[in-house]
């Protein structure tokens, strides 16, 4: 992390090398006002118009450039910025996906993270993913995206192409969860030479997709809107209206799956449901059944 935030202050404070051993934790209110300052796309006053949350974005921070935006987040989570805040950046160098993956995010999608303060146990951040899920879905068919769905446990997909991915991560204080936070990567307004070249078969975007160009801060401020929604069903312990939201939209459910879990032999299964703790139930070749809480899912049909 130390590295990662000592460039940020590199780059858009012009800090000198000088601050290379300094304790990083110094900076966080510098950290915080560069935050303030809107870049040339994503403006806090356009998502912060209207809002309808009561707490969820209502503090932005807003970067032109970071590697991850889930490590400024937990940056700022450990220096008392509070529940519901968020951070957006233009571009990501390193973003970071599951299972340690990582990625450039480039100027015209969308990147941000959401730090939370749920009361829970650490077995319920999987519910958290879903929830998010939920609310990313619902955020794009308020845009006019038919039928997005959700490929458990982390992305959403359109015409069976993914469009949006989530990484929610727990800051953890000795046994209990401190903050969680939820990064959301969404390809808004990206053509296909934008992506990968082993990418750009299974991959799309909004502006692809709708035919148009987005609004990345209206996109935003539906998109919050939209959590903190379903982030409060997951508050009041409402896990199963979560979860028939979830299956609803479900990508993966009544499909062939390759499961790859670290460190195991993968297999292939068949997706008959999801637990209530989020966990995929995939019936094994040889009749048993799995639930599977982390690893990989790759559709096979």
Known sequence: MKDEILNLLKKEAKISDEIDDADINDFADLIEEIGKNETN?????????DLNTRYIGKNLYIYNEVSSTNTIAQFLSQNGIGNGSVVVAEKQTAGRGRSGK?????????????????????????????????????????????NPEIKWPNDIMINGKKVCGILTEGVTNFNSIKNVIIGVGIDANLSIEDFPKEL???????????????????LIKIFLEELEQTIELFNSEAYEEILMEWRKRSYTIGKIVEV????KKPYDGYAIGISKEGALIVEKSDGSLEKVISGECIIKN
């Not at 299974?202 to 502006?207: G, H």
């Not at 790859?260 to 460190?263: A, E, Q």
């Open 41 to 49: 796309h994503i403006k806090s006053s356009e998502i912060s118009k």
């Open 102 to 146: 990582s990625w450039e995010s480039p100027l015209g999608g969308v990147w941000l993270s959401v730090i939370l303060t749920p009361d829970v146990d650490y077995s319920k951040i999987p519910l958290i993913t879903l929830a998010t899920g939920v609310a990313v879905a619902k955020a794009l068919e308020r845009i006019g995206v038919e």
């Open 260 to 263: 790859k879990k670290p460190h």
């Open 200 to 218: 750009q078969a299974k991959t799309t975007s909004l502006e692809i997709e709708l035919e148009r160009k987005i609004n990345e801060n209206l």
